[in-house]
């Protein structure tokens, strides 16, 4: 089993950065691919950036391609994003994940097993 918890999340202004960190506690975690989800309010989650198992495949958004980068360091059970340039469309709670049993990245929701409990994110002008 696998244990999430995000971290980083908070307020800031149009264009600043943020840092979110995601601690992974459990086994299997450096053979599984993880990936970064968001939700605002009343709309469905979407996919914001997933990565391999080893760092060496990754995939984005559209909306945050250029502008957010996924990481991990399997020695540390951890998964990291990194954010820049933030709109308010970026405003959301924000959602580490893991697959179980695959080491390829995945844009769907339904692929991932485990799920953190968010760190929210307020982009304000």
């Known amino acids: 089993q696998v244990r999430l918890e995000e971290s980083g999340g908070g307020s800031v202004r149009t264009g600043a950065s943020l840092s979110l960190s995601c601690a992974a506690s459990g086994r299997m975690f450096v053979t599984n691919a993880m990936g970064w989800f968001r939700q605002a309010p009343g709309k469905e989650r979407q996919f914001v950036a997933a990565?391999?198992?080893?760092?060496?495949?990754?995939d984005y958004a559209n909306s945050v391609k250029g502008r957010f980068t996924i990481d991990r360091d399997n020695a540390k059970s951890a998964l990291y994003l990194q954010m820049n340039s933030l709109n308010s469309e970026d405003t959301a709670v924000y959602y580490c994940?893991?697959?179980?049993?695959?080491?390829?990245?995945?844009?769907?929701?339904?692929?991932?097993?485990?799920w953190g409990q968010g760190t929210p994110v307020t982009v304000s002008p």
């Open positions: 994940a893991a697959r179980w049993g695959s080491a390829v990245p995945s844009t769907r929701s339904e692929d991932y097993m485990y």
């Open positions: 990565i391999s198992w080893n760092g060496g495949s990754t």
